[in-house]
């Protein structure tokens, strides 16, 4: 076990678990647990000298095994939905798990969120030494052949690095055994007043997209692509989170299609109404999800918070929802031969 692990308690089978805390030069901390390689905090250093933490989680081990809102995890091994809990590839069919309605929300069983992943830290220019600051967490998960009613084996590994420009860079690759879905992403809420502040709606959004995806039924896209201009999920001119909110359009639950063409590109830009805190989110990824948190619905979680609706908002990156049965659309197949690899980052300023 690194040096630079701190206890966590222990899951509801008694196995030990971990937090890896991140620094950086700027005092700027991250810690992430080894329960679903999930991000638990994100402290950012102010003038007062205390730290401000902008991302919900929890303070116990047993609340990541049953993480329904997916606070901070990893998403596998297919991010997002997939209608009819089913897909055919390479001429067979796969039936994975109806977790919302018929469809399959986040893989549907045997979650990516509540799995013990393997887990370790390296310091700067590999300084191991007792006392010193990590920067970096490796985290590994080897998913077998049929896991969630996917095919062949995935090697999984997650890498979080801390910059000293106050970057958290997440960097995803995957080693498939057969020809499967792959589409990683990180499930965390922020909230850049603090994560104890209650609601985003006044906090600033800047995305870079022309178009989204229309939904139907389940929340599943319909195939089209549409442009943004004239409608309430234009943000290429930032603008307040809840300005266009509606009876109609009660939250954002909507992917937007991002022109990265596989490099990493600046996607969205969140400033946070009280602080000024911004962060920029950059991928290499064709798609971002854009939730509001409409449906939060948590009690004593971290520090006893309470996280009611729109306490945080979700910007994950991705492939579009639904892509394998959209041809049209990038499609996050990937085989031994072509391995899953991804990067995005968030970039704090205060």
Not at 22 to 43: F, H, P, Q, Y
Not at 213 to 240: H, L, W
Not at 285 to 313: H, M, S
């Amino acid at each position: 076990m690194s040096v630079y692990a701190l206890d966590f308690g222990t899951t509801s089978t008694g196995m030990p678990t971990h937090l890896y805390r991140l620094k950086n030069a700027a005092g700027m901390e991250v810690d992430i647990t080894d329960i679903g390689a999930s991000i638990v905090a994100v402290r950012l250093p102010r003038e007062d000298g205390t730290l401000l933490d902008v991302a919900l989680g929890y303070d116990e081990p047993g609340r990541y095994e049953h993480n329904d809102p997916f606070l901070g995890t990893v998403v596998g091994r297919c991010a997002n939905r997939v209608a009819g809990a089913s897909f055919e590839l390479d001429g067979r069919t796969y039936e994975l798990t109806a977790n919302e309605g018929q469809n399959t929300l986040h893989s549907g069983r045997d979650m990516w969120s509540a799995r013990l992943w393997d887990g370790a830290t390296i310091g700067k220019k590999g300084d191991r030494r007792k006392g010193a600051h990590a920067d970096t967490a490796i985290f590994g998960l080897l998913s077998p052949d049929g896991d969630q009613g996917f095919p062949g084996e995935l090697d999984v590994r997650v890498t979080y690095r801390l910059t000293d420009d106050n970057e958290l860079v997440i960097t995803y690759d995957a080693q498939p055994g057969l020809s499967t879905i792959v589409n990683l992403t990180n499930h965390s809420y922020w909230n850049l007043n603090g994560h104890t502040s209650g609601s985003v709606l006044d906090h600033m959004l800047h995305v870079a997209a022309e178009y989204y995806t229309p939904t139907g039924p389940g929340n599943i896209p319909d195939g089209r692509k549409v442009k943004v201009a004239g409608t309430p999920f234009d943000f290429r001119a930032q603008k307040r989170l809840g300005q266009d909110l509606t009876n109609r359009l009660s939250g954002y639950d909507h992917n937007y299609l991002l022109d990265t063409g596989g490099r990493l590109k600046l996607v969205a830009t969140l400033v946070g109404d009280k602080t000024g805190i911004r962060m920029d989110v950059s991928s290499d990824l064709p798609a971002l999800q854009v939730y509001t948190g409409q449906l939060l619905d948590v009690d004593n979680a971290k520090e006893g918070a309470r996280y009611d609706a729109f306490a945080g908002i979700a910007l994950e990156t991705q492939y579009v929802p639904d892509a394998i049965h959209h041809k049209a659309f990038e499609q996050p197949v990937f085989s031994p031969e072509k391995p899953f690899h991804s990067r995005t980052t968030f970039r704090f300023a205060w």
